[in-house]
């Protein structure tokens, strides 16, 4: 992406200030790290490199159809649910251990409605949803730099990891089909590659290997014990810089086991889910940018069918120091 920096510098070279936020912006926006609700994904080029000691405020509506409630392990037969959902996200990248590092907490507001075909079972909720918490690193190709030094660097192979917890903080009532919350923590360690390529490195290649953990709900159904064994997952993204200013990508996920047991009896309900999706990046200047992402479940085999899209608004603020 260093064309897209080079065409920064030129434009603003008349105002340094300018023109290390306009920097920032579109480091941070070229990797995003929400992963909406409709899709599970992680988001392309987010192991890249970035400047340290800046903040980025998100704010994301996405809207998902589906055949899950929220907890995807929960699949309805003949069920139709419509999730519209905003999520209000922080994340701060800092220096740990000489290297590019950031959390992120985020918060979503969702309203979720449903019925079930054949039948007069239906209804609606609007609440808060399962907070979430990611702290993540790189390992390799991303040294903590500041925004002024950030100018002089060159993108390069880079090796991440990530942890994130899901806590159960959402809306939650046993007795009902709708809820906004799973009523159980959630736990996915995550290890990344990102590879920029070709003329100017407008191409990347990301490779993620992840895997989703869960405690039990021991109050599914009012009195019952929920219990899903982990549900392991690849993706891969490849990107391409169009513009300087605008980036879309391919996005891939498949994901497998995750079998569920409730009262310790078998459900047969082992996963294989492939859901396939796009991504469009633009940088409007300085400190905003705007993202459009489409998923769609290809294969859904004991795993939700979903389908859905997400707009998603990004603000940056601060300067970096080592």
């Known amino acids: 992406m260093l064309h897209l920096w080079r065409f920064y510098f030129d434009l603003l070279a008349t105002c340094g200030e300018c023109r290390r936020l306009l920097l920032v912006c579109c480091a941070l926006a070229l990797s995003g790290i929400s992963r909406p609700a409709c899709a599970q994904f992680t988001d392309p080029r987010n192991y890249e490199n970035s400047p340290v000691g800046v903040n980025q405020l998100e704010l994301a509506y996405a809207y998902a159809r589906s055949d899950t409630s929220i907890d995807s392990a929960i699949v309805v037969t003949g069920a139709s649910f419509n999730l519209n959902q905003g999520i209000i996200g922080y994340t701060r990248y800092f220096s740990l251990f000489h290297r590019m590092a950031w959390v992120e907490p985020s918060v979503p507001i969702a309203g979720l409605s449903g019925s079930i075909s054949g039948t007069k079972i239906s209804g609606s909720t609007t609440g808060a949803g399962d907070s979430s918490y990611q702290v993540a690193m790189l390992l390799k190709g991303g040294p903590a730099l500041s925004v002024e030094e950030f100018e002089n ?43 920029p390529f070709g003329p100017q490195q407008k191409w990347a290649l990301d490779a993620y290997a992840n895997s989703y953990f869960y405690t039990d709900n021991t109050s599914y159904h009012g009195k019952e ?60 200047n300085e400190r905003n940018s705007l993202s459009l992402i489409f998923a769609k479940a290809l294969v859904h085999q004991n795993g939700p069918t979903v389908t859905g899209f997400s707009v998603k608004y990004d603000y940056v603020w601060g300067r970096g120091n080592k």
């Open 153 to 195: 660097y060159k993108p390069t192979t880079t090796l991440g990891v990530s942890f994130g917890v899901t806590a159960p903080t959402g809306l939650y009532n046993s007795d009902k089909i709708l809820n906004l919350g799973a009523a159980r923590w959630s736990f996915k360690p995550e290890i990344a590659v990102s590879h």
């Open 225 to 284: 014990i929920l219990r899903q064994e982990a549900l392991p997952g690849f993706e891969g993204h490849i990107s391409y810089s169009f513009l300087d200013n605008l980036l879309g990508s391919l996005d891939a996920r498949y994901s497998f086991r995750g079998d569920t047991y409730v009262n310790r009896v078998d459900q047969n309900s082992a996963q294989r889910n492939f859901i396939l999706g796009g991504e469009l990046i633009l940088s409007l």
